[in-house]
């Protein structure tokens, strides 16, 4: 039986707008840094990288790898600033969202499996008036990353979590490798799977779960 649902945050609860990037302009402008547009948009690229080349997040090292990659010289306060200003990305929730998630938190324990800074994630909740539906928000600081199975140790009887995700290899394979049940939230027509569900909206969950 279900009792816990994991989801993702990004592209699953809210996407990541490309205007989001303004988080790094104000940043840069805050620190008096002068670097060009296409700097500042390499450093957007770059930062989405860091996942492939370590297990967690960690502020020096994040910084240390912009630096590198970037061949700049961000001071380390930098990610303390960006995490900040990051807090003003999130979008406001319908009505039939808000509905689904009071649905889904009356018969099930709710939790947030990011990888992203704990910090960032449950601000950007809050904001959007939705953290008070989830009971835990894990985020890519406190473990190791998606999708390496440690990341799913927050929860312990794994059987009875269902993960929803918009990754294949972060969120649903390693669940399914776990024994959850997995939930594919995808726009795009993916060839059908028997191994775990798609849905278009988290609305779709209503019917699901
Ligand atoms: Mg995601």
């Known amino acids: 039986m279900i009792k816990t649902v994991i989801f993702d945050l990004d592209f699953t609860l809210m996407d990541w707008e490309d205007e989001y990037i303004f988080a790094i302009t104000n940043v840069i402008n805050k620190l008096n840094l002068g670097y060009s547009k296409e700097k500042i948009k390499e450093i957007d690229d770059v930062l989405a990288t860091y996942e492939k080349e370590y297990t967690m997040y960690e502020n020096d090292k994040f910084c240390e790898f912009l630096n590198k990659k970037c061949n700049i010289n961000l001071p380390l306060e930098f990610v303390d600033m960006l995490l900040e200003e990051q807090t ?18 009356s018969k099930y324990e709710l939790i947030v499996l990011s990888n992203w800074f704990t910090y960032t994630q449950k601000k950007r909740l809050e904001n959007a008036g939705i953290l008070k539906y989830f009971t835990k928000v894990s985020g890519g600081d406190e473990r190791e990353l998606k999708p390496s199975l440690k990341a799913f140790d927050i929860v312990d009887k794994k059987k009875e979590c269902v993960m929803i995700g918009d990754s294949l290899n972060n969120d649903i394979l390693p669940a399914l490798k776990l024994g959850m049940q997995a939930i594919l939230i995808t726009k795009k027509n993916v060839k059908r799977d028997l191994r775990y569900r798609q849905i278009r909206k988290i609305e779709d969950l209503k019917e699901m779960l």
């Open 88 to 105: 003003k990305c999130y979008r406001k929730f319908t009505e039939s969202e808000i509905e689904t998630l009071e649905y889904l938190s």
